[in-house]
């Protein structure tokens, strides 16, 4: 068995966060300034863990070759910032989960490829900005995941050896960029995965259905 993580890197769109109803929203609000009905959310939610663009591909069938695709991911991108935390809230045991680590001393931060103009003003509106022990977002760095050097570069601000820490995220990247860096990976379960994805072939060294479940990788 490998060795239990002392430190925990969340992603943070489908795993600390559910964020799919301001994202799915902004997607519908855009649509509706092109007279066009809104989708349900079911069949936007796969794509929120991949960014703005597969957002824009998904809502208008669009291919990113499209000349109106820049626009509309702008304009999805300022419809979002304007209602980045209206409906976003924790996963369900996620807040139980963050308690006890701090509680234990076991230091978390999070990393993700989301862009940090839109990531900091979200975590201060829901009060965790001031309790993660590092933020790494998709601008801060010239590299973004899969690539290891964002989860390298989260192991380092929590002082910690990257085989010490503990990535968790929802999508094949989160897995990869950890097990590039060396650390431990979970596959948060209870995030934006879908049948397609297949995660037992991500190679990750464990599936997780609920935030909780997180407490069995650490060191006590």
Not at 57 to 71: S, V, Y
Not at 97 to 105: H, V
Not at 200 to 212: F, K, N, V
Request: hydrophobic share 40%; glycine share 10%.
């Amino acid at each position: 068995m490998a060795p239990l993580a002392r430190g925990v890197l969340l992603d943070l769109d489908g795993t600390l966060l559910d964020t799919a109803p301001d994202l799915v929203g902004s997607v519908n609000a855009l649509r509706a300034e092109r007279d066009l009905p809104p989708i349900p959310a079911g069949l936007l939610a796969t794509a929120v863990s991949h960014g703005s663009g597969p957002l824009v591909r998904r809502g208008f069938d669009m291919d990113p070759t499209d000349e109106r695709f820049p626009g509309l991911r702008e304009r999805l991108l300022t419809l979002y910032r304007d209602r980045v935390h209206e409906e976003t809230r924790a996963f369900p045991g996620m807040d139980t989960l963050l308690a006890e680590l701090d509680r234990l001393g076991v230091p978390w931060g999070i990393v993700t490829n989301k862009p940090g103009w839109l990531t900091r003003p979200l975590l201060e509106a829901l009060g965790y900005s001031t309790r993660s022990g590092c933020l790494v977002t998709g601008d801060d760095l010239k590299l973004r995941k899969p690539h290891p050097y964002p989860v390298l570069r989260g192991c380092a601000a929590l002082h910690l050896p990257p085989e010490r820490c503990l990535v968790v995220g929802d999508a094949q990247r989160d897995v990869v960029s950890g097990q590039l860096a060396g650390a431990l990976t979970l596959v948060a379960l209870f995030g934006y995965v879908h049948a397609e994805d297949r995660v037992t072939r991500w190679g990750a060294d464990g599936l997780i259905g609920h935030p909780l479940e997180i407490l069995h990788w650490l060191e006590r």
